[in-house]
């Protein structure tokens, strides 16, 4: 069983737009500190999801066990090392990133050089936001700094508004969404390039906002999904209207766009308090 300093109990929030359609949350928790969704061909994990630590997000087919990530914060190593077994060294392909941020990425260098150590072969793509050089600088560095002897090819691809990327497993469409560099409720700041996407693993569709204020992307990522996960970082939308982040009310109306819907990206209330 795993332990977290947080205590990670908000993020076992499953909740049904349709009643009666899928499974129930029970069945759905496959340990204490995880959200689990799945149906006859992919099984959707949120093994952590915290705003400002890290967010990862495991879809597995359930034909072939090829997996995609979405987000690779911190600790994702550590959380894909729980499923008992070193098939995903491999069996990953693609990560998707959402944006720059360092809870999406934090895990990213720490699973390149993981797949390194354990001599993975087939060639890695990643997915990330055009211009996103967070990405980018990780990417680039890890390859170069390792260009000599790295047994995989690692790819990245900058996708925008509409692209498409294909492996044989899983079909993502990105959709751009409005996601501020800091958190701020002036309405000042500079927007990331940030990504929701549109994962079909054969005839299901899961979709995931990324972190975003509430915008045309976010419904676009989420609308009509078998399941779509989305990000309910704040407890309240601020007075001054600006958004940085979803409130939960806001993604929970989102979530009824789709026929179900996983919220994540809480903040603890102990962040709220700055040092
Ligand atoms: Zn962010």
Same mark, same amino acid.
Request: hydrophobic residues 40%; aromatic residues 8%.
């Given at each position: 069983m795993k332990t977290y300093n947080i205590n990670p109990e908000h993020l076992r929030v499953i909740h049904q737009a349709s009643p009666g359609i899928v499974k129930s949350v029970n069945e759905s928790v496959v340990d204490d500190s995880s959200t689990t969704w799945e149906n006859d061909e992919v099984q959707v994990r949120v093994p952590f999801s915290i705003a400002g630590v890290g967010t990862t997000i495991v879809l597995t087919s359930k034909f072939t066990g090829k997996i995609m990530l979405l987000d690779v914060g911190d600790g994702a190593l550590r959380d894909l090392l729980q499923m008992g077994n070193m098939d995903f060294v491999n069996d990953i392909d693609p990560i998707a990133l959402s944006h720059g941020h360092f809870d999406h990425i934090g895990g990213?260098?720490?699973?390149? $050089?993981?797949?390194r150590?354990? $001599?993975?072969?087939?060639?890695? *793509?990643?997915?990330?936001?055009?211009?996103?050089?967070?990405?980018?600088?990780?990417?680039? $560095?890890?390859?170069?700094?390792?260009?000599?002897t790295l047994p995989y090819t690692i790819w990245y691809h900058e996708l925008s508004q509409g692209s498409g990327f294909d492996t044989d497993f899983f079909k993502v469409k990105s959709i751009e969404v409005e996601h501020f560099s800091l958190e701020s409720d002036s309405g000042e700041g500079l927007l990331e390039p940030a990504l929701g996407f549109r994962i079909g693993v054969g005839g299901t569709v899961v979709g995931y906002t990324g972190d975003t204020r509430l915008c045309s992307g976010a419904e676009a990522a989420v609308r009509d999904t078998d399941l779509a996960i989305i990000e309910a970082t704040r407890k309240k939308a601020p007075a001054s209207g600006h958004r940085v982040h979803l409130?939960?009310?806001?993604? *929970?109306?989102? $979530?009824?766009?789709?026929?179900?819907?996983?919220?994540i990206h809480e903040v603890p209330e102990a962040y709220l308090q700055r040092p």
């Amino acid at each position: 069983m795993k332990t977290y300093n947080i205590n990670p109990e908000h993020l076992r929030v499953i909740h049904q737009a349709s009643p009666g359609i899928v499974k129930s949350v029970n069945e759905s928790v496959v340990d204490d500190s995880s959200t689990t969704w799945e149906n006859d061909e992919v099984q959707v994990r949120v093994p952590f999801s915290i705003a400002g630590v890290g967010t990862t997000i495991v879809l597995t087919s359930k034909f072939t066990g090829k997996i995609m990530l979405l987000d690779v914060g911190d600790g994702a190593l550590r959380d894909l090392l729980q499923m008992g077994n070193m098939d995903f060294v491999n069996d990953i392909d693609p990560i998707a990133l959402s944006h720059g941020h360092f809870d999406h990425i934090g895990g990213l260098y720490t699973l390149l $050089g993981f797949m390194r150590m354990m $001599g993975r072969t087939t060639p890695l *793509n990643i997915l990330i936001p055009k211009g996103c050089i967070q990405a980018i600088s990780v990417i680039k $560095g890890y390859r170069e700094i390792h260009r000599a002897t790295l047994p995989y090819t690692i790819w990245y691809h900058e996708l925008s508004q509409g692209s498409g990327f294909d492996t044989d497993f899983f079909k993502v469409k990105s959709i751009e969404v409005e996601h501020f560099s800091l958190e701020s409720d002036s309405g000042e700041g500079l927007l990331e390039p940030a990504l929701g996407f549109r994962i079909g693993v054969g005839g299901t569709v899961v979709g995931y906002t990324g972190d975003t204020r509430l915008c045309s992307g976010a419904e676009a990522a989420v609308r009509d999904t078998d399941l779509a996960i989305i990000e309910a970082t704040r407890k309240k939308a601020p007075a001054s209207g600006h958004r940085v982040h979803l409130s939960l009310s806001e993604a *929970n109306d989102l $979530g009824k766009l789709a026929k179900e819907f996983i919220l994540i990206h809480e903040v603890p209330e102990a962040y709220l308090q700055r040092p």
